[in-house]
Nanobody, 124 residues
Framework: QGQLVESGGGSVQSGGSLRLSCAAP???????MGWFRQAPGKEREAVAV???????SYADSVKGRFTISRDNAKNTLYLQMNSLKPDDTAMYYCAAEDDYCSGSWSLAGFYNFWGQGTQVTVSS
């Protein structure tokens, strides 16, 4: 299976913005794809997911601040993050599953394909 490759992480001050990208093989266009994050000492948690039909779900903690999107022509998944807070500091991972997103979208175990992660650090 082809790799998922994240980019776009970095260090910003509170209130700043970043856009994460996840490059994927073309056949991932039919997959459920999402973003997860994991802070030191914490479990990996779901951030947002987008299905092959464009339907989207967000974690409550990021609603109104983060926007997930996918560009199938570029085989790329995005996460636009605005109004960043120190609590958003984490390693961010792209995830994919060869299925429709379901009620299990927020569970890390639902996804079989993962990127290596990109670090996001937000300072106060």
């Amino acid at each position: 299976q082809g790799q998922l490759v994240e980019s776009g992480g970095g260090s910003v001050q509170s209130g700043g913005s970043l856009r994460l990208s996840c490059a994927a093989p073309e056949y991932y266009n039919d997959y459920c794809m999402g973003w997860f994050r994991q802070a030191p000492g914490k479990e990996r948690e779901a951030v947002a997911v987008i299905d092959s039909d464009g339907s989207i779900s967000y974690a409550d903690s990021v609603k109104g601040r983060f926007t997930i999107s996918r560009d199938n022509a570029k085989n790329t998944l995005y996460l636009q993050m605005n109004s960043l807070k120190p609590d958003d500091t984490a390693m961010y991972y792209c995830a994919a599953e060869d299925d429709y997103c379901s009620g299990s979208w927020s569970l890390a175990g639902f996804y079989n394909f993962w990127g290596q992660g990109t670090q996001v650090t937000v300072s106060s």
